[in-house]
């Protein structure tokens, strides 16, 4: 099971918008957390603060990230 995410990938573009400036977010899979950023602004989101908004992208991204990092 480690190999398969593992080769999963690291991020993925959203649709969702920055907070700050309006920009598509970019999904991050850390060693501990996945967490939300804006290449414009360079803000940083919890994933929590989205959940509730989560698009297509997000959800196809999560599918293949530990429970325990979200």
Not at 22 to 30: D, E, S
Not at 34 to 40: D, G, I, K, S, W
């Given at each position: 099971m480690y190999g398969y995410f593992s080769r999963s990938p690291r991020s993925v573009q959203t649709t969702l918008p920055c907070e700050r400036c309006?920009?598509?977010?970019?999904?991050?899979?850390?060693c501990q957390q996945?967490?939300?950023?804006?290449?414009?602004c360079k803000a940083s989101?919890?994933?929590?603060?989205?959940?509730?908004?989560?698009?297509?992208?997000?959800?196809?991204?999560?599918?293949?990230v530990y429970c325990d990092r979200m």
């Open positions: 309006q920009q598509p977010l970019t999904a991050r899979r850390g996945v967490t939300l950023h804006c290449e414009t989101f919890p994933l929590q603060q989205y959940s509730s908004r989560m698009d297509e992208a997000l959800e196809q991204f999560l599918e293949n």
